[in-house]
């Protein structure tokens, strides 16, 4: 279903400057009408982010392919994402061929994630806690993609990722993020590469914003 609608929103997506071809075979193949609610599905294929309940949303597409793209995930590496929400992008990191570990802290969205993983076929691990703080038993980790907005960068994440490893997280103020894209260059040193604007919801949590 939707196939013609898919290609073009990948065409749309080269147009804007994504040119990474595993990135844009991966989002041919992953059906994003799976990942939102039914009265969504027809939206599903434009490029904006769309509500998933409780106040969240999945990214628009094109930040998907955007920061997969900065992240550049190698066939067999171990991936974190933080924020696994509807599940789309722990989908898109898989069929890059890389091991995803994925951490959501709204159990019903756990849930419901965890039965896309499983309805699919996906081998991914997920887990349901604060993940400001990272995923420990697993680390360290070739890559970490954050997909909520931080106030800064979590410390525990830091640690986690593993000497040459890159890290994509937006950090900033409740509202609007800048981009950063962080390559760990030793324990103590790292290069930062940064782009304006992108406007994700908050990361909750010890290492994140305080709950309203
Ligand atoms: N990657 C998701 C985008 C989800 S939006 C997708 O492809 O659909 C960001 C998600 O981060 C929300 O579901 C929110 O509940 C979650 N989140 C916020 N703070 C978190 C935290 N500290 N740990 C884990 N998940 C968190």
Known sequence: MYETERKDLIDQLKRKGISNQNVLDAMIKVERHLFVPDIMKQHAYDD???PIG????ISQPYTVAFMTQSL???PGQKILEIGT???YQAAILCKLGTRVFTIERNDKLYNSAFKIFDELGLRIAARCSDGSIGWDE???YDGIIVTAGSPGIP???MKQLAIGGKMVIPVGDRSIQI???ITKTSD???NTNEIPYFAFVPLVGREGWKEK
Do not use: H, M, R
């Open 85 to 87: 929400g509807s599940g």
């Open 188 to 190: 103590e040193e790292f």
């Open 48 to 50: 904006v982010a769309l």
């Open 155 to 157: 410390k525990n994440l």
């Open 179 to 181: 981009l950063k894209i």
């Open 72 to 74: 550049d995930p190698q």
């Open 138 to 140: 697993f680390a360290p």
């Open 54 to 57: 409780y106040g969240q949303t």
